[in-house]
């Protein structure tokens, strides 16, 4: 099946800071990945949509000079959280889809980033 | 516009009980309608989903799901909760005719087996 890897799992880095985190679709091209972010104990927030090749879609209120989306190939997308506070500790997860349609989502295992 | 109802936060239900976690959409034309499982620290797992034909739809680890147009619903069940299920739950719905769209998500249910 369509595996999605995300790394690093877990990161804690200092504020002001920059931290990237990586997200690979293993054994199929995707030229559309989202990005998602977790709040504890809430639902998923969609953040962006990323296109190989294009800019990034981002959600309302989220900041992309913040959040810096980079889908340089069809199976990598990066997520740079820029000068990282932390109000940005979160868990981050990255998801994308083998094939359009009803095809469903594949979701990396996720990053949790702490911001000290 | 899409939109998916999770009216519970948490179920709590026996080890050997049936469980029934509850889903309803909103989608301007056919759903495409997706359950996700979600363990500590880690991404979603897809279980099953619903595109078309049979509403009664069967995925991973004993889980099935019922899609119900009239009442606009897809309530995820297992006839027999197993301590290993508890889990959070994410009920996902995308309109057909979106293209390559992400997935809106219900906020979730948290259920909980006890042996």
């Known amino acids: 099946g369509a595996v999605v890897s995300q790394h690093p799992s877990w990161v804690i880095c200092k504020s002001g800071t920059s931290v990237k985190i990586e997200c690979r679709s293993l054994?199929?091209?995707?030229?559309?990945m989202f990005w998602y972010r977790q709040f504890p104990k809430q639902s998923l927030m969609l953040m962006a949509t990323?296109?190989?090749?294009?800019?990034?879609?981002?959600e309302q209120g989220v900041e992309k000079d913040k959040f810096l989306i980079n889908h340089a190939s069809l199976t990598l997308s990066t997520l740079t959280v820029t000068s990282a506070h932390p109000e940005d500790s979160s868990f981050y997860i990255c998801s994308a889809r083998d094939r359009t349609g009803g095809s469903p989502l594949h979701f990396g295992n996720g990053t949790r980033l702490t911001v000290t | 516009a899409q939109s998916v109802a999770q009216p519970e936060d948490q179920v709590n239900v026996a080890e050997g009980n049936p469980l029934t976690v509850k889903c309803t959409y909103s989608v301007s034309g056919n759903p495409y309608l997706f359950w996700y499982v979600q363990y500590p620290n880690r991404g979603l797992q897809f279980l099953l989903k619903?595109?078309?034909?049979?509403?009664l739809v069967k995925g991973s680890y004993g889980f099935e799901a019922e899609f119900n147009k009239s009442q606009t619903s897809f309530h995820l069940k297992k006839p027999s909760a197993l301590v290993s299920d508890s889990a959070l739950y994410f009920c996902?719905?995308?309109?057909?005719?979106?293209?390559?769209?992400?997935?809106?998500f219900g906020k979730g249910t948290r259920l909980s087996v006890i042996a």
């Open positions: 996902a719905v995308r309109d057909e005719g979106s293209g390559n769209t992400p997935l809106v």
């Open positions: 990323s296109n190989e090749g294009s800019k990034a879609t981002y």
């Open positions: 054994d199929f091209q995707a030229t559309t």
């Open positions: 619903y595109i078309t034909g049979d509403n």
